[in-house]
């Protein structure tokens, strides 16, 4: 019999407080914090938002690398009622403004600075009207003008009383909106995806019970909290596990392999790329490895000779893939612990509990056992929708339920998932989704550039990269390591092409449409 979960993410808080009590919940660097330290803290910032006249259903910005002020932070916003958007840290002042006038943040939480990025200063001469303040987290914050130091802001909550704080936790209900995370689509434009939060719940402890997290557990939190790896199966799953979460902020294989040593991590979930930089780190063999149990990856094809060398190279003892996307709260499938190493490597595993998948013609109607359709998932994982896009919304889910993945994948005869190809012609740059139309608007700002295509090209260390196809306008030059260098600094690093060609056309159809499939073939040749 399954203990009954609470469907809120501050009553898994109150959960985790009191049967798991002066465990360690956080480790950061020095700072330890048990998961009753961890419920005041949140406590104590839900009593700071709540003074800055923050309600249910505001909007409240998190751009910030992972940290045990992130969690704090986020499960202080969560405690109010109000909606946590988690913002990518490696975006630039457009991308990262778009996402704070389309959601009507009226916080921003972000930094003062991080690997020399000062975070406010990109947002400068982008126009926020709703954003009413920003919050530096970190000691050494230096407030200015509508800026405020975390500490500063913790202060202001004095003025709310702790059972004030403790009732704003308890009246969160399991259908509200807990987050909005933004996804690129096809027009180019990010979508704010809407979870609840008994979804968040609901979907995480599944999960954390088919992939084996447990209490006690030491989990690397190596993915960053802006996306649903970090945030919902980190740290919302360690939260509902009982296990110890210890963000970095920035991966490094050899800080790394010191913090697995050092602290016995059990857990290190994370994209193949993460795993093969451990193993080609100088000291590997030198290392003490023997408290690695778990990993799990995805995000990107996994050679089998990898899974072979993390079980025996990085001595874990069980490796698992998944798949899942932003609108199906993270997760749709998993493999289960017993799967040999080809079927993790080619498979993405079945789908969790009550959740359907089909792969679909263009009629919808599902197809046979190992023919290709298009990946459709019905469930409770399935988002309600895009935030304030009906339009895009009923695009995406259709009367009867089944969210449209764009994903083209094929079902074995046990049920086991195999993507064999992306609609929305994606790809996936060490684990993140980099969608061609938001990469071509943005270079499409560029004063020499007329045309552009960007697809995706095999990359041995990231498993993909970017590649553009760039007219310029006439009597414009430009070269390709000029229009890097301008990528750079102007988009997120991730999406940056790692190649550029400068060509005279580009491979037009009938309708004047771009064909990709004709950049990808002259790429293969």
């Known amino acids: 019999m399954h203990e009954e979960i609470p469907l809120t993410i501050p009553r898994v808080l109150a959960r985790a407080a009191q049967r798991f009590a002066d465990a360690p919940a956080i480790v950061d660097g020095p700072q330890r914090l048990s998961f009753r330290e961890l419920q005041e803290q949140a406590l104590a910032a839900t009593a700071a938002f709540i003074a800055s006249g923050i309600v249910p259903g505001d909007r409240v910005g998190m751009w910030a690398p992972n940290s045990a002020h992130w969690v704090v932070a986020a499960l202080g916003v969560l ?290 056992a190992g023919e290709p359709g298009e990946v459709q998932v019905r469930g409770y994982n399935v988002t309600p929708g895009y935030f304030e896009d009906p339009a895009a919304t009923a695009e995406a889910i259709d009367t009867q339920g089944w969210l449209h993945t764009g994903d083209v994948g094929v079902l074995d005869e046990r049920g086991y998932l195999r993507i064999t190809d992306r609609m929305k012609d994606i790809f996936i740059v060490g684990g993140f989704n980099c969608y061609p139309a938001e990469i071509e608007r943005l270079l499409s700002e560029h004063p020499a550039i007329g045309q552009v295509a960007v697809i995706g090209v095999p990359d041995e260390r990231m498993g993909e990269v970017g590649k553009a196809f760039v007219v310029l306008r006439p009597g414009q030059s430009a070269s390709a390591e000029e229009l890097v260098a301008w990528s750079r600094a102007n988009m997120a690093n991730y999406k940056v092409p790692r190649q550029f060609a400068i060509v005279a056309q580009l491979p037009l159809n009938a309708a004047g449409k771009v064909q990709k499939f004709a950049l990808r073939e002259a790429n293969a040749g």
């Not at 993790?344 to 359907?356: F, K, L, M, N, S």
Request: proline share 5%; glycine share 10%; hydrophobic share 45%.
């Open 79 to 368: 405690g109010t009622g109000a909606v946590l958007v988690p913002l990518n840290t490696r975006l630039k002042g457009k991308e990262a403004g778009f996402i704070l006038r389309r959601s009507g943040a009226r916080i921003l939480v972000t930094v003062d600075e991080f690997l020399g990025t000062r975070y406010p200063d990109l947002l400068a001469s982008e126009a926020l009207p709703r954003l009413e303040r920003t919050v530096l987290l970190g000691d050494g914050a230096a407030a200015s003008g509508a800026r405020q130091a975390w500490s500063a802001f913790l202060a202001g909550g004095a003025a709310v009383a702790r059972t004030q704080a403790a009732a704003a936790h308890a009246k969160v209900a399991a259908h509200d909106i807990a987050d909005i995370l933004f996804t690129s689509g096809t027009t180019g434009q990010p979508k704010g995806v809407l979870s609840t939060h008994e979804q968040d719940v609901r979907v995480f402890r599944t999960w954390a019970e088919v992939v084996g997290l447990a209490e006690g557990d030491r989990y690397l939190g190596v993915n960053p909290f802006f996306h649903s790896f970090g945030y919902k199966a980190g740290v919302l799953a360690c939260l509902l596990q009982g296990a110890t979460l210890y963000p970095l902020a920035v991966f490094d294989a050899g800080r790394a392999l010191d913090c697995i040593e050092q602290e016995r991590i059990s857990v290190l979930p994370g994209p193949p790329t993460i795993y093969q930089s451990l193993l080609a780190h100088e000291s590997l063999g030198r290392r003490d490895l023997s408290s690695l149990r778990l990993a799990v990856t995805g995000a990107a094809s996994v050679p089998p000779a990898l899974i072979t060398r993390m079980r025996t190279e990085l001595k874990f003892k069980s490796v698992l893939t998944a798949y899942g996307l932003t609108e199906s709260t993270g997760v749709v499938t998993v493999c289960p612990h017993d799967a040999d190493d080809v079927t993790v490597a080619t498979r993405c595993g079945v789908p969790i509990p009550g959740v359907e998948v089909r792969c679909a013609d263009e009629n919808g109607h599902s197809v046979p």
